[in-house]
Protein backbone atom coordinates (compact mmCIF):
# COMPACT_ATOMS: atom_id res chain seq x y z
CA UNK A 1 0.00 0.00 0.00
CA UNK A 2 1.11 3.27 -0.76
CA UNK A 3 2.06 5.75 2.13
CA UNK A 4 0.28 8.57 0.71
CA UNK A 5 -3.08 7.90 -0.83
CA UNK A 6 -5.39 10.20 -2.41
CA UNK A 7 -9.03 9.94 -3.27
CA UNK A 8 -10.26 9.56 -5.83
CA UNK A 9 -7.89 9.02 -8.26
CA UNK A 10 -9.35 10.17 -11.37
CA UNK A 11 -13.02 12.64 -11.03
CA UNK A 12 -14.92 14.39 -13.96
CA UNK A 13 -17.51 16.82 -12.32
CA UNK A 14 -19.77 19.65 -13.49
CA UNK A 15 -19.17 23.63 -12.96
CA UNK A 16 -20.36 24.77 -10.08
CA UNK A 17 -20.20 21.29 -8.06
CA UNK A 18 -18.66 20.57 -4.52
CA UNK A 19 -15.77 18.62 -4.64
CA UNK A 20 -12.97 16.81 -1.69
CA UNK A 21 -9.92 15.40 -2.89
CA UNK A 22 -9.02 13.10 0.06
CA UNK A 23 -5.36 12.54 1.52
CA UNK A 24 -4.35 10.34 4.19
CA UNK A 25 -0.67 9.10 5.24
CA UNK A 26 0.61 6.37 7.21
CA UNK A 27 4.63 7.96 7.56
CA UNK A 28 3.23 9.78 10.44
CA UNK A 29 4.64 13.04 9.16
CA UNK A 30 2.93 16.00 10.65
CA UNK A 31 3.49 18.32 7.76
CA UNK A 32 1.19 17.87 4.21
CA UNK A 33 0.78 19.56 1.32
CA UNK A 34 -1.82 20.14 -1.95
CA UNK A 35 0.16 21.10 -4.78
CA UNK A 36 -1.77 21.17 -8.29
CA UNK A 37 0.36 20.85 -11.24
CA UNK A 38 -0.60 22.48 -14.78
CA UNK A 39 1.18 21.70 -18.19
CA UNK A 40 3.97 24.18 -18.58
CA UNK A 41 3.35 25.63 -14.45
CA UNK A 42 4.81 23.31 -12.69
CA UNK A 43 3.76 22.57 -9.41
CA UNK A 44 2.36 25.40 -7.50
CA UNK A 45 0.90 25.36 -3.71
CA UNK A 46 -2.44 25.43 -2.70
CA UNK A 47 -2.60 24.99 1.23
CA UNK A 48 0.07 23.24 3.70
CA UNK A 49 -0.44 22.20 7.25
CA UNK A 50 2.51 21.83 9.94
CA UNK A 51 0.13 19.76 12.24
CA UNK A 52 -3.44 19.25 12.78
CA UNK A 53 -4.43 23.23 14.52
CA UNK A 54 -2.07 24.81 11.62
CA UNK A 55 -3.36 25.70 8.02
CA UNK A 56 -1.22 27.90 5.81
CA UNK A 57 -2.55 29.26 2.21
CA UNK A 58 -0.17 28.77 -0.38
CA UNK A 59 0.52 30.24 -3.80
CA UNK A 60 -2.81 29.90 -5.02
CA UNK A 61 -5.05 29.06 -2.17
CA UNK A 62 -8.38 31.10 -4.33
CA UNK A 63 -11.17 29.14 -4.74
CA UNK A 64 -9.92 26.21 -2.36
CA UNK A 65 -10.33 25.56 1.13
CA UNK A 66 -8.74 22.55 3.43
CA UNK A 67 -9.24 20.69 6.35
CA UNK A 68 -7.10 18.74 8.67
CA UNK A 69 -8.92 15.77 10.51
CA UNK A 70 -6.54 14.12 11.84
CA UNK A 71 -2.10 14.52 11.36
CA UNK A 72 -2.87 11.22 9.11
CA UNK A 73 -6.05 13.01 6.81
CA UNK A 74 -5.80 16.49 4.46
CA UNK A 75 -8.48 17.01 2.84
CA UNK A 76 -8.73 19.80 -0.37
CA UNK A 77 -12.27 20.84 -1.13
CA UNK A 78 -13.22 23.08 -3.98
CA UNK A 79 -16.17 24.34 -2.88
CA UNK A 80 -17.86 25.49 -6.68
CA UNK A 81 -15.21 24.11 -9.13
CA UNK A 82 -14.70 25.93 -12.64
CA UNK A 83 -12.87 24.34 -15.28
CA UNK A 84 -9.62 26.37 -15.42
CA UNK A 85 -9.70 23.66 -11.76
CA UNK A 86 -8.89 21.38 -14.18
CA UNK A 87 -5.34 19.70 -12.91
CA UNK A 88 -3.72 16.93 -11.41
CA UNK A 89 -3.31 17.25 -7.99
CA UNK A 90 -0.82 15.91 -5.71
CA UNK A 91 -1.04 15.50 -1.77
CA UNK A 92 2.38 15.29 -0.16
CA UNK A 93 3.66 14.60 3.16
CA UNK A 94 6.97 15.61 4.83
CA UNK A 95 8.70 15.27 8.75
CA UNK A 96 11.17 18.37 8.60
CA UNK A 97 9.81 20.66 5.64
CA UNK A 98 13.10 18.97 3.78
CA UNK A 99 12.30 15.75 1.66
CA UNK A 100 8.94 15.48 0.24
CA UNK A 101 6.45 12.54 0.33
CA UNK A 102 4.15 13.09 -2.55
CA UNK A 103 1.06 10.81 -2.93
CA UNK A 104 -0.16 9.64 -6.78
CA UNK A 105 -2.48 12.34 -7.75
CA UNK A 106 -5.50 12.91 -8.39
CA UNK A 107 -6.79 14.02 -12.14
CA UNK A 108 -9.33 16.59 -12.00
CA UNK A 109 -11.30 17.62 -15.28
CA UNK A 110 -14.31 19.88 -14.48
CA UNK A 111 -16.41 20.15 -17.29
CA UNK B 1 8.88 36.45 -4.42
CA UNK B 2 11.08 33.57 -4.04
CA UNK B 3 11.07 31.67 -7.42
CA UNK B 4 12.74 29.10 -9.30
CA UNK B 5 13.89 29.05 -12.75
CA UNK B 6 14.63 26.26 -14.47
CA UNK B 7 14.67 26.15 -18.66
CA UNK B 8 11.57 24.20 -19.71
CA UNK B 9 13.58 21.91 -22.63
CA UNK B 10 13.01 19.64 -23.92
CA UNK B 11 16.73 18.67 -23.80
CA UNK B 12 17.69 15.96 -25.88
CA UNK B 13 20.75 14.11 -25.34
CA UNK B 14 21.89 10.92 -26.83
CA UNK B 15 22.14 7.74 -25.06
CA UNK B 16 25.13 7.21 -23.09
CA UNK B 17 25.97 11.51 -22.92
CA UNK B 18 25.74 13.06 -20.05
CA UNK B 19 22.89 15.37 -19.05
CA UNK B 20 23.35 18.77 -17.57
CA UNK B 21 20.29 20.12 -16.05
CA UNK B 22 20.31 23.88 -14.55
CA UNK B 23 18.52 25.96 -12.39
CA UNK B 24 18.78 29.24 -11.09
CA UNK B 25 17.00 30.58 -7.24
CA UNK B 26 16.08 33.93 -6.58
CA UNK B 27 16.14 33.71 -2.61
CA UNK B 28 19.78 33.89 -1.39
CA UNK B 29 18.51 32.48 1.76
CA UNK B 30 18.07 29.41 0.49
CA UNK B 31 19.92 26.72 2.28
CA UNK B 32 18.54 23.61 0.36
CA UNK B 33 18.26 22.24 -2.82
CA UNK B 34 16.80 19.13 -4.46
CA UNK B 35 16.02 17.29 -7.59
CA UNK B 36 13.24 15.20 -8.15
CA UNK B 37 12.29 13.12 -11.44
CA UNK B 38 8.96 13.19 -12.65
CA UNK B 39 7.63 10.50 -15.09
CA UNK B 40 4.93 11.55 -17.09
CA UNK B 41 1.55 10.95 -15.52
CA UNK B 42 3.01 10.08 -12.19
CA UNK B 43 4.03 11.92 -9.03
CA UNK B 44 7.58 13.53 -8.45
CA UNK B 45 10.40 11.65 -6.44
CA UNK B 46 13.36 12.86 -5.29
CA UNK B 47 16.67 11.96 -6.50
CA UNK B 48 19.18 14.54 -4.75
CA UNK B 49 19.34 16.72 -2.64
CA UNK B 50 22.30 19.29 -1.90
CA UNK B 51 23.17 21.61 1.07
CA UNK B 52 27.19 22.44 0.88
CA UNK B 53 28.49 24.31 -2.00
CA UNK B 54 30.60 22.05 -4.44
CA UNK B 55 29.64 18.68 -5.51
CA UNK B 56 27.37 15.61 -4.24
CA UNK B 57 27.85 12.12 -6.13
CA UNK B 58 25.60 9.28 -5.74
CA UNK B 59 25.44 6.64 -8.42
CA UNK B 60 25.20 8.27 -12.01
CA UNK B 61 23.78 11.36 -10.65
CA UNK B 62 25.88 14.70 -9.47
CA UNK B 63 24.27 17.68 -8.21
CA UNK B 64 26.17 20.97 -7.87
CA UNK B 65 25.35 23.51 -5.91
CA UNK B 66 26.88 27.08 -5.85
CA UNK B 67 25.44 29.87 -3.94
CA UNK B 68 27.22 32.63 -4.92
CA UNK B 69 25.86 32.41 -8.43
CA UNK B 70 22.60 31.29 -6.43
CA UNK B 71 22.90 27.86 -9.34
CA UNK B 72 22.11 24.30 -9.08
CA UNK B 73 22.91 21.54 -11.22
CA UNK B 74 22.31 17.86 -12.40
CA UNK B 75 24.21 16.00 -14.15
CA UNK B 76 23.79 12.87 -15.14
CA UNK B 77 26.06 10.32 -16.51
CA UNK B 78 25.70 7.50 -19.11
CA UNK B 79 22.12 8.27 -19.91
CA UNK B 80 19.89 5.87 -20.66
CA UNK B 81 16.43 6.21 -22.26
CA UNK B 82 14.67 5.52 -18.92
CA UNK B 83 15.90 8.98 -17.56
CA UNK B 84 13.66 10.35 -20.36
CA UNK B 85 11.48 12.40 -17.57
CA UNK B 86 10.87 15.81 -16.40
CA UNK B 87 13.32 16.80 -13.45
CA UNK B 88 12.35 19.78 -11.04
CA UNK B 89 14.51 22.06 -8.88
CA UNK B 90 12.91 22.57 -5.65
CA UNK B 91 14.38 25.53 -3.10
CA UNK B 92 14.47 25.52 0.54
CA UNK B 93 14.56 28.73 3.12
CA UNK B 94 13.93 27.22 6.35
CA UNK B 95 11.93 24.21 7.69
CA UNK B 96 9.16 26.49 8.64
CA UNK B 97 8.54 27.61 4.42
CA UNK B 98 7.54 25.47 1.98
CA UNK B 99 9.49 23.88 -0.79
CA UNK B 100 9.60 26.65 -3.65
CA UNK B 101 9.17 24.28 -7.06
CA UNK B 102 10.70 25.43 -10.59
CA UNK B 103 8.74 24.40 -13.98
CA UNK B 104 10.73 21.59 -14.38
CA UNK B 105 13.03 20.44 -17.12
CA UNK B 106 11.71 18.05 -19.73
CA UNK B 107 14.28 15.79 -20.80
CA UNK B 108 14.56 13.06 -23.73
CA UNK B 109 17.47 10.62 -24.06
CA UNK B 110 17.39 9.06 -28.02
CA UNK B 111 18.19 5.66 -27.55
Known amino acids: DADVTQTPRNRITKTGKRIMLECSQTKGHDRMYWYRQDPGLGLRLIYY???????NKGEISDGYSVSRQAQAKFSLSLESAIPNQTALYFC??????????FGEGSWLTVV | QKEVEQNSGPLSVPEGAIASLNCTYSDRGSQSFFWYRQYSGKSPELIMF????GDKEDGRFTAQLNKASQYVSLLIRDSQPSDSATYLCAALHSGNTPLVFGKGTRLSVIA
Open chain 2, 50 to 53: IYSN
Open chain 1, 92 to 101: ATSVDGNTIY
Open chain 1, 49 to 55: SFDVKDI
